[in-house]
């Protein structure tokens, strides 16, 4: 039997000479088909993961996937009368109950393309039949992912209440040939089902002959599907979970395991959100170990109740109760939307836009060794039983998700994603008892038929920012913002409640560094005094026991009747005694002390730390005296240029009319107004930093914003012989300060110059050029051609201090991604490699301040 590819001369070009030329009309050639999943799938991940969606949308309670890259199979074919045999090599399986399909679906839905009944259903706001979920997909494009996997597929599927079940075979690796969509060949049979299967839908897809089956026994590859196919599937166990996602590649089954048990148990607070049409619910609660600090761990109930009883006139939502799951504290808020402002109207009934109703739940942990121990400890944990396991279980599963109908809407909570800007509340307002996103796990669950007015994005990756997801965000901020209240009032009210417990006790207390530092060494000297008396006593012991041995011998030998001896020798064994407990007890003593004199050394450290804490602020001090003296300096050299520029104008007039035109005397002009105009570019440029312009927001167009940055650093660049370049892709205006914008792009400007110049100078670079580009979505990325971060400061670049120049401070990315904070936007560090392998491209986020798109 004869083997060859059919995929390289399965067609021909038809024959035109045979063509009716009245019959004529467009084809569509196979080839675009291909196109259009090579455009719209990225890889065999995501194919794989559209497929599974498809099995949601579906309606099923699971999905069963399977991949075999070790398959083997020979297939016969015909071709051009002859018999000929194809090796097929690899299977992916994917199976679910769902709705199935009947004919009328297979032809008018499957197979045509971008036809799909899930856009009806959307713009309906219809929901399927047994789980009412609100479809994923409307593009009637998922099919296409077939073709990015293997190159036959046979479909088996039964609509429920049907007693026909339809197989469907197509040669998808045909649509890369050189033919008409109508010449690729569909096979359809169907048979006859009876009995229970009647009421069975199902659909079971085989794809076979993969294309890249190796792919598939690479462990990296293995764990990439892992990690994306749990990111679709809610990890929470809760009533509502709906689909379940089974999954086999090779002998190896892949793990989508739920949240443990464990994890949410070992929460120090848990929070829930509940919004409907008139209110927002907010509940929290809390054990002991929230109220802990470094100095002093929690472990007494009735401290908790007795805080409560004292403080419930300052903590009217707060009840203290007595729960089996070791909560003790407890609050509840219930907002009405009509009093959270800034959400947005519906103009057509003038009522607030609702988002939909939702519900979530929210974890919050102390990842401090002690509290973990405790925990651990406590509650007898099986799996998460060691502090590295529950440090790192808490790191993988960080952050708040949002899920409809259990599938995951990414990229929300996923990664370092922090949607509600969590850790950056947190470190801008200086409260450290609000949620932070690596210490938090959680959850914001959407009921599909309830959520129809939040809209994905065309790629699936976020929703589309308008008016109703406006406000679902705002609402989840306010309940954060609420329950980050709840948590700083507690946490005050307890630490005064602490100290005025402890100011019974104490004669004072320590309420800054340097009293404790003075305390301590006044109590480290003292010891060292009392050490040198306890030797002097231990000392004196040893020689009172000697004194006493000789005592004891001399009575011996006096000539006393044996009664009074006895009683003597009485008398001086409980004495020896006595001397012999005093000097064990001034052993003890002894050995203590010593333990105490080595707080020496960490008192020295203390200070250190503290002194070099002061200079580091001192420096802060010098900057912002700087600024100060700047921002006078700025206002006078105004006043001067204009006074210089106008008398200038003065003379120059004068001159002509007394003595005429001078060629030398108008050279000398013109540079006094072009030295003019210069110094005026620069205090106009540094004017809108000033405080009391910095503060003021507008609307500002990013390539304007950008376009004066690019211009006043041209000159400076020229000198530097460095190539300033400028792409915009896509304008829009930002809502910012101009002033602080200024500061951010002439901090990564003047990094740039000098890590430029070095590099030049280390001879590592021909050429300097300095990169900005504004991309979509709020998104500018700045980057230089220099050697880049150097790796060992890569993941600490914008913390304060951190600088590898020879007198840098430390401080400029630390002040830009501050500012940018201020704005709610963010700066982070592309990891993107350049040809030094380091990092080198940063990425401006001025998405939560865009306005409006150009």
Known sequence: MEQMDLFDDFYEDPNIDSIDMSKVGFKVHASLIYKLGEELIADEVTAISELVKNSYDADSPFVNLIVDPYFSEEIIEEFKGRIVSRKLKGIITI????????????????????????????????????????????????????????NYMLMKTKKKGETKE????????????????????????????????????????????????????????????????????????????????????????????????????????????????????????????????????????????????????????????????????????????????????????????????????????????????????????????????????????????VFRDDFSILPYGYGDNDWLSLSAGAVTKGKYADLKNDTVIGFIQLPGKESYNLREKTNREGFIADDNYHNFELIIKFAIKRINKNRQKLKKEFSEYMLQKNAKKNDSIIISHEVAVSKAKEVTENNQRIAGILNDNSTKALENNTLLASVEDAIGKFNMPDTEKKLLATQLNKLQKGVNSTNQTLM???????????????????????????????????????????????????????????????????????????????????????????????????????????????????????SEHIEHYSDRANRFDINLNFKISNDYEIYVSQGMIHQVFDNLYLNSEHWLQHSFNMHKIESKKYNIEVKENGIVHVWDNGIGIDPSIENQIFEPFVSNKKNGRGLGLYIVSKLLQSHTCTIRLIRERNIFNNLYKFELDFSKCLRIYL
């Open 588 to 706: 003890e003593a002894t050995k203590y002390i010593n333990k105490i004199a080595t707080l020496q050394d960490d008192i020295k450290v203390m200070e250190y730390e503290y002194e070099q804490l002061i200079e580091r602020m001192e420096e802060v001090s010098e900057l912002a005296g700087l600024g100060i003296v700047a921002e006078t300096l700025t206002h006078e050299l105004n006043t001067l240029v204009s006074n210089t520029k106008k008398n200038t104008d003065e003379i120059i007039e004068y001159f002509k009319k007394q003595y005429g035109s001078d060629k030398r005397m108008d050279r000398y002009f013109n540079f006094i107004k072009y030295s003019s105009d210069s110094i005026r570019k620069q205090v106009s440029h540094l004017s809108p930093g000033f405080r009391s312009v910095r503060t003021m927001k507008n609307n500002l167009r990013i390539s304007d914003l950008l």
């Open 95 to 150: 199976t679910d109950a769902g709705e199935g399909m009947d004919k009328k679906d297979i032809i008018n839905g499957w197979l045509t393309i971008s036809n799909s009944i899930k856009k009806k259903m959307k713009k309906n706001k219809e929901v399927t039949k047994t789980f009412e979920r609100m479809p994923l997909g409307d593009k009637g494009l998922g099919r296409l992912s077939v073709q990015k996997l293997g």
């Open 166 to 401: 339809y197989t469907v075979y197509i040669p998808w690796g045909h649509f890369r040939k050189n033919t008409t969509i109508d010449n690729v060949p569909v096979k359809i049979t169907e048979k006859i089902v009876n009995g229970e299967d009647i009421n069975k839908g199902y659909t079971e897809l085989s794809i076979k002959d993969l294309l890249n089956p190796e792919l598939w026994t690479n462990s990296v590859n293995v764990l990439k599907l892992e990690k994306e196919l749990s990111q679709i599937v809610s990890p929470f166990k809760t009533a509502n979970n709906t689909f379940f996602l089974y999954a086999k590649v090779g002998q190896k089954d892949l793990n989508f395991s739920k949240i443990s048990d464990e994890a949410l148990t070992a929460a120090i607070s848990k929070y829930t959100i509940s919004l409907t049409r008139d209110k927002l619910l907010i509940t929290g609660s809390y054990k002991m170990n929230f109220f802990d600090s470094k100095s002093e761990r929690i472990d007494n109930i009735d401290y908790l109740q007795e805080f409560m009883q004292l403080k419930k006139n300052n903590l009217k939502e707060c009840e203290f109760i007595n729960s089996n799951d070791g909560y003790f504290i407890k609050f509840e808020q219930s907002i009405s939307l009509e009093s959270i402002s800034d959400l947005k109207i519906d103009i057509s009934n003038n009522e607030i836009l609702f988002p939909g109703s939702l519900s979530g739940e929210i974890y919050s942990y102390s990842l401090d060794s002690q509290s973990v121990r405790s925990q651990i400890e406590k509650l007898n944990f099986e799996f998460l039983d060691e502090l590295n396991k529950f440090r790192s279980y808490i790191s993988n599963n960080k952050g708040i998700k």
